[in-house]
T-cell receptor, first 111, second 114 residues
C-alpha cells in the first residue's frame, strides 16, 4: 500500500524559513496535501498542489513537488511562533480511496 | 462555517467495555471517515463510508470495530470490546468528493482504555 514518510521534528527561530519534507510512494495521485494540526485540535487543510505542477505559492507558503523523486516539500517563509504545530503530508491512496498521512513533522518555532 | 463535530472529547473506559464514538459530519458531504492517532504515531486510516456502506477498511479495522449511520446526521464508530492498545485519538472526517477532495476533520475523541 501507499507509504508517506516525513522527518519527525524541526526547530527554527522566529523569522527564519522552515522547510518540511515528505516522500511518498503512490505516483498516481492527482493532488498532494499538507495538513496542519495545532495542539488539541483536529487536522486542518493548509494547502495542496496538483500533481501536474512543480510549485505552488500561497502567501508565506511554498509547496514544491518533484514527481520524479516522489518528494514534496512545504516552505514557510518568515516563520512565526503561531506556526508551531504538527504538519502532515497526505497522499490519496487511490487503491484505498482514502488519504494516507505521514507521521507528521513537529515544527517548533523559537522566539 | 460548517464543521465536523465529535463527542465525547475524552472517554475513559475499562478494558473489555464497549465504546461508541459519535460524529456529526458536514451536512452536504457524502464521504465519511474514521482515522486514529496513537500518541506520537502516524494518523492511521481505519474506514471509509459512502452511500450507507463501508467502502474501504484498513487491517486495523477488525471485527471489534463497526460503523453506522443511524440517522441522516450521525456517523458512529463502535469498539465492541476495548483493548489497551485501542487507546488513541479518534478523528472523524467528511468530504464532498472523497479522497481527491479536502477532508474536514473533527477535533477528535480521545479514548483511554485502562
Amino acid at each position: 500500500g501507499e507509504d508517506v514518510e516525513q522527518s519527525l521534528f524541526l526547530s527554527v527561530r522566529e523569522g527564519d524559513s522552515s522547510v518540511i519534507n515528505c516522500t511518498y510512494t503512490d505516483s498516481s495521485s492527482t493532488y498532494l496535501y499538507w495538513y496542519k494540526q495545532e495542539p488539541g485540535a483536529g487536522l486542518q487543510l493548509l494547502t495542496y498542489i496538483f500533481s501536474n505542477m512543480d510549485m505552488k505559492q500561497d502567501q508565506r507558503l511554498t509547496v514544491l513537488l518533484n514527481k520524479k523523486d516522489k518528494h514534496l516539500s512545504l516552505r514557510i517563509a518568515d516563520t512565526q511562533t503561531g506556526d508551531s504545530a504538527i504538519y502532515f503530508c497526505a497522499d490519496p491512496d487511490t487503491g484505498r480511496r482514502a488519504l494516507t498521512f505521514g507521521s507528521g513533522t513537529r515544527l517548533q518555532v523559537q522566539p | 462555517e460548517p464543521e465536523v463535530t465529535q463527542t465525547p472529547s475524552h472517554q475513559v473506559t475499562q478494558m473489555g467495555q464497549e465504546v461508541i464514538l459519535r460524529c456529526v459530519p458536514i451536512s452536504n458531504h457524502l464521504y465519511f471517515y474514521w482515522y486514529r492517532q496513537i500518541l506520537g504515531q502516524k494518523v492511521e486510516f481505519l474506514v471509509s463510508f459512502y452511500n450507507n456502506e463501508i467502502s474501504e477498511k484498513s487491517e486495523i479495522f477488525d471485527d471489534q470495530f463497526s460503523v453506522e449511520r443511524p440517522d441522516g446526521s450521525n456517523f458512529t464508530l463502535k469498539i465492541r470490546s476495548t483493548k489497551l492498545e485501542d487507546s488513541a485519538m479518534y478523528f472523524c472526517a467528511s468530504s464532498e468528493r472523497g479522497a481527491t477532495g479536502e477532508l474536514f476533520f473533527g477535533e477528535g475523541s480521545r479514548l483511554t482504555v485502562l
